[in-house]
């Protein structure tokens, strides 16, 4: 019975690690210019979430760096996406999933404007 109870101890304490370790959702830029805002609203609507570069230390978004996204759970989104030069693009329905990363490209980018 005790290995028992110190089987299931160990398992519980091993999954609180993993847990511990999971990243969560990231946003991989690989557009060639630095991001300097990022909103996501469920796709095909114009709720738009906060500016999630601001949870990067120099809030902004490099060419090849990864951003952190919180308090957004898994489904399908459209992002806005905006830049130094004042430029905003939209990505349309973009599938995020739990504890995975998700890119945008230069060709993701769709209705440009200054």
């Known amino acids: ?13 091993g999954a609180g690690d993993v847990a511990a ?14 991001i300097s805002g990022f909103q996501l609203s469920p796709a ?3 709720a738009w979430g ?3 570069t601001l949870n990067d ?7 090849n760096e990864r951003l952190r996204i919180t308090s957004v759970e898994p489904g399908r989104y459209d992002a806005k996406v905006s830049y130094r030069d004042s430029r905003q693009c939209l990505v ?19 209705d440009c404007s200054k």
Do not use: Y
Not at 57 to 63: A, F, I, L, Q, W
Not at 101 to 110: E, N, P, Q, R, T
């Open 50 to 52: 906060p500016n999630q």
């Open 1 to 13: 019975m005790r290995c028992m109870l110190g089987l299931v101890l160990l398992l519980f304490a």
């Open 21 to 34: 370790q999971s990243k969560g959702i990231r946003l991989w830029n690989l557009t060639t210019s630095t």
């Open 92 to 110: 349309r329905d973009i599938e995020i999933r739990a504890d995975a990363v998700f890119s945008i490209a230069d060709k993701d980018l769709k």
């Open 57 to 63: 230390r120099d809030k902004e978004v490099d060419h």
């Open 44 to 46: 095909g609507t114009d």
